[in-house]
């Protein structure tokens, strides 16, 4: 049984998902609203191929995450700031981002992040605002300009 690799390209309102199997071949494909339900219908009959699925890490990455996690998918948070923005591609929409993720994962190269538990989100959140919140408080005031 060949094993296969997911990548989920995340927006707001929609996604895409990406399925493409070890030989690089795209097996299947599908733009879906941003509903539990909706993903894991769509990924259920690959489920006992699926090597990994790679979630976008975007503002609201958190609610997939954790309900493929909790249905056991096994789930890897892929960091956009880590990767090459994609050179040599003619055509670049959300089934190409998302197949990216998954060629990124099957060629092992995937630059991942670190998935928080649930109950430590809200500490690392509130932190980050109060780091974002201490550098432009310690900017001081704007420089005057010469006369």
Known sequence: M???MAGIDLHSNNLVIGIMDMDGKRVASQKLSCKLKEVVGF???????LEQVAVESTYNWYW???GLQALGYPVVLANPAGME???????ADDTNDAFFLAELLRLKILPTGH?????LRPVRDLLRRRCSASRVST???????CR
């Open 139 to 145: 900017r001081g005031p704007p420089a005057r300009k």
């Open 2 to 4: 060949n094993k296969l």
């Open 64 to 66: 997939l995450v954790d």
């Open 43 to 49: 990924l259920s009959p690959f489920k006992q191929r």
């Open 115 to 119: 998935i928080y538990d649930e109950q």
């Open 85 to 91: 923005q994609y050179s040599g591609i003619k055509h």
